[in-house]
């Protein structure tokens, strides 16, 4: 019988490499170690299936130990091709035999993985043995769940999607990838995703992205399960989204290129929560930072925060580097890319590919060369040439290592909490697109005071009167915004 778990991952030698390192991150990631204190025995999670669908880096290694210990059975995809640390990825599926079974968890993720691959590794964590399929999805973007809901709407209609023809205008490798998954299944299975579907309790969803995709779903009438959104706790959007971009933002452009930020001038598109991060991070490098928004309110925040708000016309042949923070499409076109500064470098940080006309620079008769793994050089006719990092894919993923850990355990006891919510108190979070309550909130965040030296001051019997508050919190009205 083969000892090794079931895996897809570049390289099993380098379970020891990917060891040590999640071994380090655990120090810094005082949330998850303290739900495995607190529950480890209890085993709350004991009987669910959960898969996977996030960035397979080294904290997210953490985040499924964390899951294992809690008595959870896990598979795990990354949720970009570019995101996984292939050591994080082997040490997983090597296990060490003290928190997961000794074989470790079943992976499917490999850096620079192909589209039709990406959706075959979603696919395969969807499948268990013995099993419909999971019990609970953990995913970010919303790539796992909205395959579950094309595989239950093509099964409805009774019929297997058909291929996508190259030459269509419309023609998309991502959509083409995921109907192959679906079209292989209902060929074996017809009815394989509504039996799974039927067997999911829920979702916990990261990102504002796909966050956004369950809630035109659920508008629709479309949602199969529950969801919590663990995006807009306080201690995930508002560190991760803000605090991590401001770390692995400048990571990343620095890995990928090496040019000075200091004394340019930086756009950034959007000044939402992850904008907010850029900017800062790019200002505090010493860059003259322009930012763009569509949003009123957040435009005249970015103008009070000090920069100067414009559109990307405006400076589309001054700027230095151009980072999307949109979680929009078509924020950087064709027509900019070739207007741009000879050299200015390209880059994106939400979610999806398509904020950069990716597909039209290819069409446009600029000519790529590759520089090196998620730098590319596009070479416009005119000889001026652009700097795309990543392919138009999450850069600080892509051309670095993601947030560091200490944000990341902010955002991941939020999941934690959420799966156990699913799998225990399902009954609080009917069919919907569901928060955490303030008290979880608020606990994750006191989870991670204690390792920077903070000191809290205790509200008095009398202040918490005064002010209409629990003496031990929650301290603010749901609609406060911190
Ligand atoms: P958000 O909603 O807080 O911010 C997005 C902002 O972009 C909004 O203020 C919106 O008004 C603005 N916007 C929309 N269309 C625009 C346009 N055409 N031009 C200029 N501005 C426009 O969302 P958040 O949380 O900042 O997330 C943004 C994206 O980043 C999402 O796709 C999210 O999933 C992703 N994300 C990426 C992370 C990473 O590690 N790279 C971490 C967290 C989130």
């Known amino acids: 019988e083969d000892p090794v778990t079931e895996h897809i991952v570049a390289d099993l030698a380098l379970a020891e490499a990917g060891r040590n390192q999640i071994r380090l991150a655990e120090q810094e990631m005082p949330g998850l170690m303290a739900l495995r204190a607190e529950m480890g025995d209890a085993k709350p999670l004991a009987g669910a299936r959960i898969a996977g669908s996030l960035h397979m880096t080294v904290q997210t290694a953490v985040l499924i130990e ?34 997961s079974s000794p074989a470790g968890v079943p992976v499917f993720a490999i850096k620079g993985e192909t589209i039709p691959e990406y959706w075959e590794y979603t696919d395969r964590i969807l499948t268990w043995e ?88 659920h508008r629709k009438g479309e949602l199969l399960f529950p969801a919590i959104n663990v995006n807009d706790s306080v201690t995930k959007s508002k560190f991760d989204n803000k605090y991590g971009i401001r770390h692995s933002l400048p990571d990343g452009i620095n890995r990928a290129t090496d040019v000075l930020i200091g004394g340019k001038v930086a756009f950034v598109c959007g000044y939402g929560d992850v904008g907010k991060g850029a900017a800062e991070a790019l200002r505090g490098q010493g860059a003259r930072v322009v930012v763009s928004e569509v949003d009123p309110i957040c435009a005249l925040q970015a103008a009070m925060d000090g920069y100067e708000v414009a559109r990307v016309e405006d400076y589309v042949d001054r700027a230095d580097f151009f980072i999307t923070t949109t979680g929009n499409k078509d924020i950087l076109r064709v027509e900019h890319m070739a207007a741009m500064k000879d050299k200015a470098v390209v880059g994106n940080v939400g979610h999806f590919d398509n904020e950069i006309d990716m597909a039209g620079l290819a069409r446009s008769g600029a000519k790529l060369t590759p520089i090196k793994p998620q730098v590319d050089e596009w070479v416009f006719p005119d000889g001026r040439s652009i700097i795309v990092l990543s392919e138009g894919r999450l850069l600080n993923l892509g051309n670095a290592t993601g947030h560091p850990s200490f944000v990341m355990s902010a955002s991941f006891t939020n999941q934690v909490i959420a799966q156990v919510e699913l799998w225990t108190n399902l009954a609080a979070y009917p069919l919907g697109v569901h928060r955490l309550p303030k008290e979880h909130d608020e606990k994750v965040a006191r989870l991670h005071l204690d390792a920077l030296g903070v000191r809290l001051t205790e509200l008095t019997e009398s202040q918490a009167d005064y002010i209409g508050v629990p003496q031990q919190g929650p301290f603010k009205p749901e609609h406060y915004r911190y």
């Open 130 to 217: 013995g099993h419909d399929g999971p019990t609970i999805i953990l995913d970010d973007g919303g790539d796992a769940t909205v395959l579950v809901h094309e595989g239950v709407r093509f099964e409805a209609l009774g019929e297997v999607p058909a291929p996508l023809e190259e030459e269509d205008p419309d023609y998309n490798l991502e959509v083409e990838s995921m109907r192959a998954v679906i079209r292989r299944s209902m060929e074996k299975d017809p009815t394989r995703f509504t039996r799974m579907a039927a067997g999911i309790v829920g979702v916990s969803e990261e990102t504002t992205t796909g966050v956004h995709r369950l809630e035109i779903m």
């Open 66 to 99: 964390t899951l294992t210990a809690l008595g959870a059975d896990v598979r795990w995809a990354s949720c970009n091709i570019f995101s996984t640390q292939d050591e994080a990825a082997a040490a997983i599926v090597v296990g060490d035999g003290t928190y």
